[in-house]
């Protein structure tokens, strides 16, 4: 069972549960309710160890070729029980996803309803097979990118949130060019690797020189829609520029040395700590303003 937790990324839980509550909590001004518990704890990890538990078993031939495989950045079972811990984590995955989601579709309203499955449906179709989104290239990074923005719309469509609002639609797209920029930049570390397992991606087609420019270009087109913000909201626009800076730092990586983007992958794990903390203060002092 500890391999089961591994494959749900505990480091990386807090990156959608955040997003849901973050955005709940400052839609509804405040309020402390069922469903920002249990859509919080939803989020947190069940859906985590979807998102990552299928993609883990799914992808288990090409992950054997990748050295950062079987840590931090991924769990990696052991070649001996590999089938049997995946058939552990798929039965695992079914318990912990279908209460809550049951639960869920049966509090909100239709709209809601149906984002839910749509951003289940993308985490599922991003590695299972005969969808495989994730070897579409372009497609592969917009999926990736709404894992983590799904969990955002569903909380702001969930309290009924004007999608449209000033305050609202900057932040929606901006966190979806920085979850594409993201997931490019994540995919040139592998650029070998999964040419090797047969894999396509969107850094084994553009090849990881273009895809590090597009991951650049794609952080700094966040920031600037940010400026979009109402005041003091805009001041976030800053917080996408060390992202870009960076995913830069490695302009010049080639195919051939594509592993080297590894330890800007590691520095963005980190980053995302520091940058929640901020967007968290940045919350904070707008919602003092306007108290």
Same mark, same amino acid.
């Given at each position: 069972?500890?391999?089961?937790? *591994? ?14 509550? *973050? ?8 309020r402390?309710?069922?469903l ?6 939803f989020?947190l990890a069940?859906?985590n160890?979807l ?12 992950d054997?070729r990748n050295?950062?495989k079987? /840590?931090?950045?991924g769990a990696?079972?052991?070649p001996?029980?590999?089938r ?6 798929l039965?695992s ?13 049966a509090?909100g309203?239709a709209g ?6 749509v ?16 070897e579409?290239?372009?497609l592969?990074s917009f999926t990736s990118?709404?894992h983590?923005?799904?969990p ?5 469509v969930?309290?009924?949130?004007d999608l449209a609002?000033?305050?609202v639609?900057?932040?929606l797209v901006?966190?979806?060019l ?7 930049f994540?995919?040139v570390?592998?650029?070998r690797?999964?040419r ?5 991606s ?5 090849g990881?020189h ?15 829609t940010?400026?979009?913000l109402p005041?003091?909201?805009w001041? *976030?626009a ?12 490695f302009w ?6 594509c592993e080297?983007a590894?330890?800007?992958w ?9 940058? /929640?903390?901020?967007v968290?203060?940045?919350?904070? *002092?707008?919602a003092?303003?306007? /108290?």
């Amino acid at each position: 069972m500890r391999q089961v937790l *591994a494959a749900s990324r505990p480091f990386s839980w807090i990156n959608t549960a955040y997003p849901f509550a *973050a955005g709940y909590v400052v839609a509804t001004s405040g309020r402390v309710d069922a469903l920002l518990v249990v859509g919080t704890l939803f989020f947190l990890a069940p859906y985590n160890l979807l998102m990552y538990g299928v993609n883990d078993v799914f992808d288990y031939e090409s992950d054997l070729r990748n050295p950062r495989k079987g /840590g931090i950045e991924g769990a990696l079972a052991d070649p001996a029980m590999a089938r049997t811990v995946h058939r552990r984590i798929l039965w695992s995955c079914v318990v912990t996803t279908v209460p809550f989601v049951v639960w869920l579709l049966a509090q909100g309203s239709a709209g809601a309803g149906a984002t839910l499955l749509v951003v289940l449906f993308l985490v599922v179709a991003y590695s299972a097979p005969g969808l495989r989104f994730k070897e579409r290239p372009v497609l592969d990074s917009f999926t990736s990118a709404m894992h983590f923005v799904g969990p955002l719309l569903y909380a702001l469509v969930l309290v009924g949130a004007d999608l449209a609002a000033r305050d609202v639609w900057p932040v929606l797209v901006a966190f979806v060019l920085w979850g594409m920029a993201s997931h490019a930049f994540g995919a040139v570390q592998d650029v070998r690797a999964d040419r090797e397992g047969g894999i396509a991606s969107v850094a084994t087609v553009r090849g990881a020189h273009a895809t590090v420019v597009a991951a650049t270009v794609g952080y700094l087109l966040a920031a600037a829609t940010l400026v979009a913000l109402p005041w003091p909201g805009w001041i *976030a626009a800053v917080l996408p520029l060390p992202y870009a800076l960076n995913a830069a730092s490695f302009w010049s990586v080639r195919d051939a040395d594509c592993e080297r983007a590894n330890q800007g992958w590691r520095r963005f794990l980190w980053l995302n700590l520091v940058t /929640g903390f901020l967007v968290t203060m940045l919350l904070i *002092a707008a919602a003092l303003g306007r /108290g």
